[in-house]
């Protein structure tokens, strides 16, 4: 008998129909003689319209009372889905984060997972239920709030749970058959992904693929649990996320991240130290930052620029504008209109010349690199952002296509 996490996405449960659909996954796993636990996302957008209800009320909600509102949107669904289990005839309960014991950092809206006690998710399976729990929210011991793990957080809610409950695997359905090589939605192409390697897996999360939260897949990598993404609504057998692949690709895959913006701190005094007291405010303020760059110094002074995600501007350049008086710099600027172009495959590693050959690509194609960051398995680009679809198209082509 296997043990199989089940995680469903917004949209696979977006409206009583599709909770059927998903009840019948449910059931059909169930029935093959697996023991089942489920982890749901809230319904459709839900989420996205209690942030804009909220935002009609306040600029500033207070984010303890954010989690207590976005954590009720998971509940909604893993209730609706149990009463139609149960009227199904199948015995099954549903469970908050923080009744199933999945136990949190205090950090509202950012939490991180720490552990999992799961003792009522263990009896349910001793029992032969089926567990339904709310994805993406956890509870804090010291604070005994309730904490909501980031956008996208019941994946890594299913997977930390699959990996605690050691279980056989984890299975995330979502509403496209799998990984791509890269957005089917620019790429008409585009090929779906039979099996990725974690590493490569978790740099197309971190760099913009967004079917798997990159949280999700380090604790896939961490505790060696396989991760299936697949479809609710077709067949397809979906992409295998694990430790090691049949073939080694050169490179896996393109993405792109248009929601980033790029921050210049101008003319800092060039001196021992001066970069960690720059980023430490911005780590201290849970600012993701991401590419960094620092110019050559003129004249003992240095502009610093990094990319961080644009929904934090507002927050960035208040802690920029603050340093800037404080280290005696020139000010500080932001622009919104990069896009971020990357390559990524585990074969690059032993393959020379990747890199050259992206840059000419680029280069042929009129496009401007302004930032440039590598990993052994990555190379990413930031571009304008008027020129994304091209870049994205053009390494397709020559990289996947050809
Ligand atoms: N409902 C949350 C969100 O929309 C968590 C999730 O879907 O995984 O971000
Ligand atoms: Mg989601």
Do not use: W
């Not at 954590?71 to 923080?98: D, K, P, Q, V, W």
Request: aromatic fraction near 4%; include cysteine; proline fraction near 2%.
């Amino acid at each position: 008998m296997s043990l199989i996490i089940q995680k469903f996405g917004g949209t696979s449960v977006s409206n009583s129909d599709s909770l059927k659909t998903v009840a019948k996954r449910i059931t059909e796993c169930k029935d093959a003689g697996n023991e089942v636990v489920v982890v749901v996302s809230a319904m459709g957008s839900s989420t996205d319209e209690l942030i804009e209800l909220a935002s009609e009320l306040s600029n500033e909600p207070s984010p303890r009372e954010m989690d207590m509102l976005l954590s009720a949107g998971e509940r909604i669904t893993m209730s609706l889905l149990a009463i139609h289990l149960n009227n199904l005839g199948y015995e099954c309960f549903s469970l908050t984060g923080s009744q199933a014991g999945i136990i949190t950092s205090s950090r509202h809206g950012m939490a991180e997972i720490e552990e999992i006690t799961g003792e009522r998710v263990k009896e349910g399976i001793e029992k032969g239920k089926i567990v339904i729990v709310a994805g993406f929210q956890g509870v804090n011991k010291e604070t005994r709030e309730i904490t909501t793990l980031g956008r996208g957080g019941s994946d890594a809610t299913a997977v930390a749970l699959a990996a605690s409950l050691k279980a056989d695997r984890c299975e995330i359905y979502t509403d496209v058959d799998g990984v791509y090589s890269a957005d089917p939605r620019i790429i008409k192409e585009a090929k779906l992904i039979d099996e990725i390697t974690y590493d490569e897996m978790l740099e197309m999360a971190s760099s913009g693929a967004r079917v798997l939260m990159s949280r999700s897949v380090e604790f896939g990598r961490r505790y060696n649990v396989p991760i299936i993404v697949k479809s609710t609504f077709t067949n397809n057998k979906g992409t295998i996320v694990k430790e090691k692949t049949m073939e080694e690709a050169i490179v896996r895959g393109v993405t792109h991240n248009d929601k980033e913006t790029k921050f210049t701190l101008f003319g800092v005094p060039d001196q021992p130290g001066i970069a960690g007291k720059v980023f430490s405010p911005l780590s201290e303020g849970g600012i993701i930052v991401d590419m960094i760059v620092q110019n050559v110094s003129k004249d003992s002074k240095t502009d610093i620029s990094f990319t961080a995600p644009s929904d934090q501007k507002e927050e960035v350049m208040k802690i920029l504008t603050e340093l800037s008086k404080e280290l005696d710099a020139e000010g500080a600027d932001s622009d919104i209109e990069i896009g971020r172009v990357s390559i990524i495959g585990a074969g690059m590693k032993a393959e020379s010349g990747v890199a050259s050959k992206m840059f000419s690509i680029l280069g042929k194609n009129k496009i401007n690199i302004g930032m440039i960051s590598t990993s052994p398995i990555r190379i990413s680009c930031v571009i304008p952002k008027d020129d994304m679809t091209k870049a994205i198209e053009a390494l397709h082509q020559e990289f996947i296509s050809k």
